[in-house]
């Protein structure tokens, strides 16, 4: 029997006239590590300040552990962890005082919370910062220090809103790691995110969403079985005259051909040996290329297809 750790539905938020979440649903296993991924602007900070009760909505269900959260629903918030977007610390305290204050609005107990803040602090690497302040931390370590404070007090539900925006590769490689760590421990994890290559490494399961709908659900695998594009063709070809773009385009499988620039890009559905044909195609036309590549499709692919633009703009 799985639990459903959260359940949001038909979730509409309105800021004045613009409408950022328009009917969106969303359901959360136990154990799970569930990608929000959507571009700037999709909604998906405003999902978890709705989840969280922080922002006020205008239609729709939220339950979290089973029940309806409202702004005073201590006992729900308790188990909830946060990471936001944008870094919140207090600037005046050092990094362990701030991942101290943060437990403490949870961990009454001294000696479990200075055992739980130096666990945080083992957890995001940062034993050589204890007494530093926030402005004297590069970038990377500001963001652990951020997320050091949303999950010292060990909650059953992690949040965390594009915790790897503007953040240098080791430390990117260190937050990633740490995030399947907890989930191994037994947090189940929200994880927003614009970049899909991190959300298709990390995350169990991922919601594609944009201008405040939930487009697609699935792991990543489902998600690419959803489209029509199964493989992406690209060859630098010198020259090429209408008739023979005409005979490329007319090849099996080739749905979507463009060539501009010596640049040839192909999206295929199915067939097994398109390279091989195309090749095969150019050679008996002495037609040279180079620069061959074929790939399999993306989330990106997957996001292109269901709304008709690129996820990263
Ligand atoms: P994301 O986190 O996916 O980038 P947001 O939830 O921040 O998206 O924003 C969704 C939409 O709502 C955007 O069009 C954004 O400009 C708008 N928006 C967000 N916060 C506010 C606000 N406080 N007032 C007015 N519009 C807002
Ligand atoms: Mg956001």
New binding site residues.
Partial sequence: MSNTVVKIENLVKR??E?V?LDHFNLSIEEGEILGLL?P????????INCLLSLLSYDKGNIEVFGKEIKPDSYDIKQNIGVVF?NVAVFESLTVYENIDYFCGLYIKDKTLRKQYVEEAINFVELNDYKKFLPKKLSGGLLRRLNIACGIAHKPKLIIMDEPTVAVDPQSRNKILEGIKELNRQGSTIIY?SHYMEEVEEICSRIVIMDK?KNLAVGTSNELKKLIKNTENIYMNVASLNETQLNEIKALPHFYDVSYTNSDLNIKCNGGQNNLIRLIAYLQDNNIPFSNVHSKLPTLNDVFLEITGKELRD
């Fill in positions: 800021y004045k613009l950022a959507g700037n602007g999709s909604g998906k900070t405003t999902t977007q927003t405040g």
